[in-house]
T-cell receptor, first 112, second 113 residues
Framework: DAKTTQPNSMESNEEEPVHLPCNHS???????IHWYRQLPSQGPEYVIH???SNVNNRMASLAIAEDRKSSTLILHRATLRDAAVYYC?????????????FGKGTKLTVNP | NAGVTQTPKFQVLKTGQSMTLQCAQD?????MYWYRQDPGMGLRLIYY???????DKGEVPNGYNVSRLNKREFSLRLESAAPSQTSVYFC????????????FGPGTRLTVT
């Protein structure tokens, strides 16, 4: 499985942009980069995914480096509700199903 | 749609007791998963089921058994609970359509004394 490295924690102010980095130097050419987040006392939820090109959806943007060894999840205007642990993950396919391997993620604190 | 539901929400067991955690999804997904999350840690995969009638071990299967009862339901059983199994347990199912995301239930907080 591709290994990811994320900062343990980050802090932001409300309504400011947040850039959450992820290093994945062992990524293979076919690995998709997925981001999930886990709000306090809840199960994780999908945020966004990408392969090579930058991606945008209603929740966030994903910027992928040209060499694909790193990516950045961008929250354009952080809200208090965005305080969560963010996980950068590479699904692996085995036994006919796709598995997610979670690291410790980045705990994002949003200050009012 | 209710999504992924889990019961119970909380449970306290004594060492050696057994119990079954229930999970159901109403999204017609083929793949379902059981994870555990210890304090301050990421989730670890216990077992998964790629389709009805099949199950496979994940990263930490010891001490657990699973049953894929039908397409909707995937249960996790602790035959003889140990304090090391104190954790929060999450069930998930995976969409068959891009981006193939996993949907998680609200979790079961289990304490074994």
């Amino acid at each position: 499985d591709a290994k990811t490295t994320q900062p343990n924690s980050m802090e932001s102010n409300e309504e400011e942009p947040v850039h959450l980095p992820c290093n994945h130097s062992t990524i293979s050419g076919t690995d998709y980069i997925h981001w999930y987040r886990q709000l306090p006392s809840q199960g994780p939820e999908y945020v966004i995914h990408g392969l090579t090109s930058n991606v945008n959806n209603r929740m966030a943007s994903l910027a992928i480096a040209e060499d694909r060894k790193s990516s950045t999840l961008i929250l354009h205007r952080a809200t208090l509700r965005d305080a969560a642990v963010y996980y950068c993950i590479f699904p692996s396919v085995a036994g006919g199903s796709e598995k997610l391997v979670f690291g410790k993620g980045t705990k994002l604190t949003v200050n009012p | 749609n209710a999504g992924v539901t889990q019961t119970p929400k909380f449970q306290v067991l004594k060492t050696g007791q057994s119990m079954t955690l229930q999970c159901a999804q109403d999204m017609n997904h083929n793949s379902m998963y059981w994870y555990r999350q210890d304090p301050g840690m990421g989730l670890r995969l216990i077992y998964y089921s790629a389709s009805e009638g099949t199950t496979d071990k994940g990263e930490v299967p010891n001490g657990y058994n699973v049953s894929r009862l039908n397409k909707r339901e995937f249960s996790l059983r602790l035959e003889s609970a140990a304090p090391s199994q104190t954790s929060v347990y999450f069930c998930a199912s995976r969409s068959q359509d891009p981006p193939y995301e996993q949907y998680f239930g609200p979790g079961t907080r289990l304490t074994v004394t």
